[in-house]
């Protein structure tokens, strides 16, 4: 009795389902194991070894064969080649679709009429000019029309973008692994045929409303486009792109195995687990550099990012960290799952502050009582409702209104008004002109202290659904309007990244973020308040007093953990930029390469980080002066943001290092020349050579 092979077995739908999550092949074969474990694409390379002479002659009955050897009928002495040499050179896609058809034959009246693999593909219609029998034949038409999609692969390439036909084949296969975070699993995992071991992340975006029939397209590649214009290797770059149907598709090789937001509620992920203990607090300081570095790219590029936040910022196999897509891109924010408080609970103070044109409630909630304590009444704007309302209010404001000049102002009346007002969401970019980055890094503002209850939250930081505004009308003088301040985005930036950053400490030091959540959590009144209705907000403005006392908390749990590892003496300095970056006001704040360069020199002094992997990057611009007279005050906290002291220059040069310490040091200082200043840029430089402990540990995990 003959012995059998493995081989030999008829394979059942149990060992293909086993072989599917072995070998990491079609996805598909775990949900219908009877399908194919694996489609073979016809691709380049397996049509090159697969027509061949000898293929073109078995396909043939003898008297067609004598043919192949002639010259080509069409030539007219122009042209010495042979109908085989035209076959192996331009026709053998179109001489494997007719073989499937079943009339090879005819390739010798389609090469007369000089058809070829670059006529591909061919329309039904033009089908019939094949003439691919004596009388025509509508099913053989047909047969021929399907069957050229199956031979005719365009893959996507690097940087390319592909349209694909409504029958064309995509030559793509599913990988079945999913990654640990249930968010991300609604994107797609791929690799191209024949490259199993070469996986990209997909992302799906619908290019039509279904309801409205409106297209997507033009926006969907104009992003795409602007994309790959952004860059880096800290942000999920497009690789590639492409749509079929009504549905456009991004590549990336960033293939993420969590969000930050995972990642952190995991507390023991596996990436993190493959690192040394002793190393994890320098891998995870790290982050920092990496996304203000990153944040630092676009805003060089004059591109905000406006959708910081746990769930947009992807960590990988490896413990890369990157921000999932760039905000400001609109296709990339259509459809995606969010927490549905993230946009507001990450958002800067001034993005909760509407400057368009209606009529607010009163009395205020409470928000952002930092910037209350900048306002200064003015005395020649503000009436005396306004003001006695404002002067009475107890609790703190959570949003300014203002009424744009020639708009319509409802007189207060008593009583409940049927009228209701919307405003454009404040997430939203403003509209209007925008003013110069220089411009708005010294400003002195008087603010009324007339205000409006909190809008409801917005739904993406692109979001433009109008909000509704509860009624009871009260004016604002036009004065009050015109001098609100405006921040640019990028300043609304630094602010979101700096909540990011301490959630990150909070988890190096605690391990984890949900102690934070409940300590700056405060109850918000909704709606009027004889309806004595409460909200709890989780948000980091909402707050200040509670992300100043955490951010004690964190210095001192920090010093005690320095006795036992010297990378946490540098999380006090961390904390005193994280002060500056979450300042109320964000004239104030930081730009992000000056974060950048901070958190770089505090690494490698005070953490004695081995090595960084953006350090040493040159993302400089013309960074602004102060005008002459100005002034700034060197101590401040996240309350207060209050200004003034000795005259000076705020940013005199791109390679401004920022003097942070306990309460003072908001001017930065360009760094003399001498034997520490050398000391520490010989240090830096030396930590972009050298490999890092943990990466090595990662390295011999793998």
């Known amino acids: 009795m003959g012995t059998r092979s493995f081989a030999d077995v008829p394979p059942t739908a149990a060992t293909i389902a086993l072989n599917a999550y072995i070998f990491g092949y079609g996805g598909h074969s775990l949900v219908t194991p009877h399908t194919a474990l694996k489609q073979l694409w016809w691709t380049d390379e397996r049509i090159e070894h697969k027509v061949t002479r000898s293929f073109v002659v078995s396909k043939l009955r003898g008297e067609e064969r004598q043919f192949l050897d002639r010259p080509l009928a069409f030539g007219e002495g122009l042209t010495d080649d042979t109908y085989m040499e035209w076959i192996l050179d331009r026709a053998k896609r179109l001489f494997l679709i007719l073989t499937e058809i079943g009339v090879p034959d005819q390739i010798f009246g389609s090469i007369d009429d000089s058809w070829d693999d670059s006529d591909l593909p061919i329309s039904l219609e033009d089908v019939k000019s094949l003439e691919l029998a004596y009388n025509d034949d509508e099913t053989l038409n047909h047969k021929f029309y399907n069957a050229q999609f199956v031979y005719l692969l365009r893959e996507v390439q690097p940087g390319t973008h592909v349209d694909y036909g409504p029958k064309e084949h995509i030559p793509m296969e599913y990988v079945n692994t999913l990654p640990p975070a249930v968010s991300l699993q609604t994107w797609d995992r791929i690799h191209f045929p024949r490259k199993s071991e070469e996986i990209y992340m997909r992302r799906k975006y619908a290019l039509a409303e279904k309801e409205t029939g409106c297209s997507y397209y033009e926006s969907f590649t104009k992003d795409v486009q602007a994309a790959k214009t952004l860059r880096h290797e800290h942000i999920a770059d497009v690789w590639g792109s492409y749509t079929s149907e009504d549905a456009g598709y991004v590549l990336s ?17 596996m990436q993190l687990m493959r690192i040394a203990a002793a190393e994890r ?6 982050w920092l550099l990496c996304l203000a570095d990153a944040l630092a790219s676009l805003h060089h590029r004059d591109t905000a990012h406006a959708a910081i936040g746990p769930t947009n910022i992807i960590i990988d196999h490896n413990n890369r960290i990157a921000f999932a897509d760039v905000g400001t891109l609109r296709t990339f924010q259509r459809g995606k799952k969010q927490h549905k408080t993230e946009t507001y609970d990450y958002a800067a103070p001034e993005s909760q502050i509407c400057q368009a044109p209606f009529v607010c409630t009163s009395p205020p909630s409470s928000s952002i009582s930092a910037f209350s304590k900048l306002r ?8 005396s409702s306004a003001s006695s309302s404002s002067t009475n209010s107890s609790t703190r404001s959570n949003s300014m209104c203002a009424a744009s000049p020639g708009s319509p102002i409802t007189p207060p009346s008593p009583g409940r008004s049927n009228s209701f007002r919307t405003i454009v969401s404040a997430m ?9 980055f220089s411009s708005m890094r010294n400003f002195s503002r008087h603010i009324n202290e007339s205000s409006c209850s909190m809008p409801s939250l917005p739904m993406s930081p692109t979001c433009i659904t109008p909000v509704t505004i509860l009624p009871l009308p009260v004016p604002l003088a036009y004065q009050t309007a015109h001098e609100l301040p405006e921040p640019t985005p990028e300043m609304s930036d630094i602010y979101s990244l700096a ?8 988890f190096i030091l605690r391990g984890k973020t949900t102690d934070f959540v409940r300590f700056r959590a405060t109850r918000v009144q909704i709606g009027p308040p004889n309806r004595n209705k409460f909200r709890t907000d989780h948000s980091f403005h909402c707050n200040p007093d509670a992300i100043e006392a955490w951010i004690s908390i964190l210095k001192d749990d920090s010093k005690k953990a320095a006795t036992d590892h010297p990378v946490f003496r540098g999380i006090p300095a961390l904390l005193d930029l994280l002060r500056r970056m979450m300042m109320q006001n964000a004239q104030l704040r930081p730009t992000a390469q000056e974060a950048r360069d901070r958190i770089q020199d505090i690494l490698v002094d005070q953490c004695g980080v081995e090595r960084l992997c953006c350090a040493g990057r040159d993302w400089s611009f013309a960074m602004p002066e102060v005008p ?14 209050s200004i003034a002291s000795p005259p000076g220059k705020l940013f005199a040069s791109s390679s401004l290092r920022s003097e942070v310490s306990d309460g003072v040091g908001l001017v930065g200082r360009v760094e003399s020349g001498g034997p520490e200043a050398a000391g520490g840029a010989a240090r830096r430089e030396s930590a972009g050579r050298r490999t890092s402990s943990w990466k090595k540990a990662l390295s011999r995990a793998r």
Do not use: Q, W, Y
Not at 253 to 269: K, S, W
Not at 281 to 286: G, I, N, V
Not at 376 to 383: A, C, L, T, V
Not at 499 to 506: E, H, P
């Open 253 to 269: 090789d960033f293939v993420a195995e969590h969000t930050l937001n995972t990642f952190i509620d995991h507390r023991t992920p």
């Open 499 to 506: 909540c990011i950053f301490l959630d990150i400490i909070t």
């Open 628 to 641: 002459s007279g100005a002034s700034i005050r060197d101590s401040f906290s996240i309350r207060t943001g």
């Open 376 to 383: 200064k009444i003015s005395s020649s704007g503000s009436s």
């Open 428 to 436: 939203s970019p403003s509209p209007g002109p925008r003013r110069s």
């Open 281 to 286: 607090p320098s891998m995870l300081l790290e």
